[in-house]
């Protein structure tokens, strides 16, 4: 009951904290890449899902998924941020507080799992990156990867290559 208590207490008085600390130990069903899009694709994504429940549809994995997409759109409802994946900010585990917002982790990503959230993390420790082809050489992670990267715009301009151009 006291632990019941806390949590209540810090959903209530702490909530950025609150829900980065829930979404790092419990981030199954949680995808980066709708999530970034905003307010509306969460709840999009929740109705599609609620409908696949009730069309009995659903998969087991869609249905467990539900109640994370229910935090998510709660934690927006109350003004919580969420900041994109940034490959200089983001953890590769840790739903990170900056500010009013949440940085997400590499994790956050659908398909990426804690090896390859690890080398992503891990690559920066070099310095910065000249280009898209030196991140991925650095953190060791498939094409897929890059591309679903490169899709939530976390290279913020960096060039695909280090070659230069005369033209």
């Not at 810090?10 to 199954?28: L, M, N, Q, W």
């Not at 249905?63 to 759109?73: E, G, K, V």
């Not at 650095?138 to 094409?143: G, L, N, P, T």
């Amino acid at each position: 009951m006291i632990a019941t208590l806390r949590l209540g207490w810090y959903k209530v008085h702490k909530p950025k904290e609150y829900y980065a600390a829930y979404f790092t130990v419990k981030s199954e069903g949680f995808d980066a890449a709708v999530v970034c899009k905003g307010k509306n694709a969460v709840k999009n994504k929740m109705q599609e899902i609620s409908g696949k429940v009730q069309r009995k549809e659903a998969s087991a994995k869609e249905q467990a998924t539900l109640p994370t997409w229910q935090l998510i759109n709660e934690m927006m409802a109350r003004g919580v941020g969420v900041l994109p994946i940034d490959i200089y900010k983001s953890d590769a585990r840790k739903f990170l507080v900056e500010g009013d917002n949440i940085r997400l982790p590499f994790s956050a990503l659908p398909g990426v799992g804690e090896a390859a959230a690890i080398g992503l993390a891990e690559a920066r420790q070099g310095g910065e990156f000249t280009s898209i082809e030196d991140f991925q050489q650095r953190a060791k992670v498939s094409k897929t990867v890059i591309e679903l990267l490169k899709s939530i715009n976390a290279f913020n301009g960096l060039p695909d290559t280090s070659q230069l151009s005369f033209l």
